[in-house]
């Protein structure tokens, strides 16, 4: 079984700022969903309650203030991190008293999102206990002690190796393409070719497939995916 994910609810009506913090929370391994209005957040969190809301205060219909005011009403009682470009005493006192936790001010730095997520998620006592722990199947990685193990066996992996297993355990059952992994995995600093991830892929392929059934599986012309192998 894989590690549970907490599930995040980013609101933002701006669409590179959605994009941005949500996918810097999944390659964190969160679950997320986005909405970019105020009422298609609280219809998001009512039909899914989150763990975790990140929520912009100028919103087109109802502003983050209000969003949260609801969401106090009906019971949610996620923490809300709020995004805003206010950074009076005022604002910032005003987010707090209708039921905020916490804010970020605009411009922000991504890494700044993702601690102030894990404090506040830590702090309502959601953050899984096994944190930086990562499984799927019977695959566990370790992230803290750099270990990874298939069946109870350790296997030696590369510091590639390992962040590419890393980004296909944050991504179960996802089809990742070749574009993908060399953006999450060398984290566009790397000069070649998009076969490299064919390389890399085959030299983990190999170590995982000696303790076990392929996990790892390519989709072609698309890319891959970790998944369980079918049952003949």
Do not use: C
Request: charged share 30%; glycine share 6%.
């Amino acid at each position: 079984m894989e590690t549970k994910r907490n599930r995040v609810l980013v609101v933002d009506d701006e669409p590179s700022i959605v994009d941005a913090v949500a996918t810097s929370l999944r390659y964190e391994g969160f679950e997320v969903e986005e909405a970019m209005t105020g009422r298609a957040a609280l219809v998001a969190a009512q039909e899914r309650p989150p763990d975790l809301i990140v929520l912009d205060v100028m919103l087109p219909d109802l502003d983050g203030l209000e969003v949260t005011r609801r969401l106090r009403t009906d019971g949610i009682r996620a923490p809300v991190l709020f995004l805003t470009a206010r950074d009076s005493l005022e604002d910032k006192i005003a987010g707090l008293t209708v039921g905020g936790d916490d804010y970020v001010t605009k411009p922000f730095a991504l890494a700044e999102i993702i601690a102030r997520a894990r404090a506040l998620l830590r702090r309502a006592g959601l953050e899984s206990s096994d944190e930086g722990l990562l499984r799927f199947s019977d695959l566990e990685m370790d992230e803290g002690a750099h270990e990874v193990r298939r069946g109870g066996a350790l296997i030696q992996l590369t510091a590639t190796e390992f962040n590419l297993l890393r980004f296909f355990l944050r991504n179960p059952r996802q089809v990742l393409s070749k574009a993908q992994i060399l953006d999450n995995v060398w984290h566009y600093d790397f000069g070649g070719e998009a076969n490299v991830v064919e390389t890399y892929v085959s030299y983990l392929r190999k170590k995982l497939e000696r303790h076990g059934a392929p996990l790892i599986h390519t989709i072609r012309l698309v890319g891959y995916t970790l998944r369980e192998s079918e049952a003949p």
